[in-house]
């Protein structure tokens, strides 16, 4: 079935940039997610991608799509307090004639003042 | 604030009782959806609506079960539930289910079974 692999952790000095790295398996992936969830809260919508693109830029995030080997990132620059949350990659795939999303089990970004 | 809401935040149950977890969302979306969201594991997508129509259920125990009178709500009843049910329960909704559709999530219930 369809995986999505995430390192669980990630530690940054604040100011410095953050790189959250994914892999997925499914090559018929047509979008692909970045949510944040801050304590105690649902998910929020960072940006996504879709799988003909190989970058797209937002203010501070990057994402770079290598599509050959399945690996998506996440780079955020100058990296805040505020940006410590949990960030999910998700694929979305076709499954059953309609699109679902499948999430990775989260990396937490920790932020260092 | 991502217009979808879920009532309650936080819930309390034994494992005879029987409660309901609310979802609403005046987005004006046609798709709705219920994910579980336990420790250390991947979300789970438990069940999908599509106008009003459940499209996905995926093994989900029959202790757990969805309703969606409408495209704007979404219940889910519990009864009888099991101390590793306990987790955060996401309701999210998208315009359909089309390929380029973002999901919208609420903020979760926080459910736990003693």
């Known amino acids: 079935g369809e995986d999505v692999e995430q390192s669980l952790f990630l530690s940054v000095r604040e100011g410095d940039s953050s790189v959250i790295n994914c892999t997925y398996t499914d090559s018929s992936s047509t979008y692909l997610y970045w949510y944040k969830q801050e304590p105690g809260a649902g998910l929020q919508l960072l940006t996504y991608i879709f799988s003909n693109m190989d970058m797209k830029q937002d203010q501070r995030l990057t994402v770079l799509l290598n599509k050959k080997d399945k690996h998506l990132s996440l780079r955020i620059a100058d990296t805040q307090t505020g940006d410590s949350a949990i960030y999910f990659c998700?694929?979305?795939?076709?499954?059953?004639?309609?699109?679902?999303?499948?999430f990775g089990k989260g990396t937490k970004l920790s932020v260092i003042p | 604030e991502t217009g979808v809401t879920q009532t309650p935040r936080h819930l309390v149950m034994g494992m005879t009782n029987k409660k309901s977890l609310k979802c609403e969302q005046h987005?004006?979306?046609?798709?709705m959806y219920w994910y579980k969201q336990s420790a250390k594991k991947p979300l789970e997508l438990m069940f999908v609506?599509?106008?009003?129509?459940?499209?996905e259920n995926n093994s989900v125990p029959s202790r757990f079960s969805p309703e969606c009178p409408n495209s704007s709500h979404l219940f889910l009843h519990l009864h009888t539930l099991q101390p590793e049910d306990s987790a955060l329960y996401l309701c999210?909704?998208?315009?359909?289910?089309?390929?380029?559709?973002?999901?919208?999530f609420g903020q979760g219930t926080r459910l736990t079974v003693v």
């Open positions: 609506y599509n106008f009003k129509e459940q499209t």
């Open positions: 999210a909704s998208s315009q359909d289910l089309s390929r380029n559709t973002e999901a919208f």
């Open positions: 998700a694929e979305k795939y076709s499954g059953a004639g309609s699109y679902q999303l499948t």
């Open positions: 987005l004006g979306h046609n798709a």
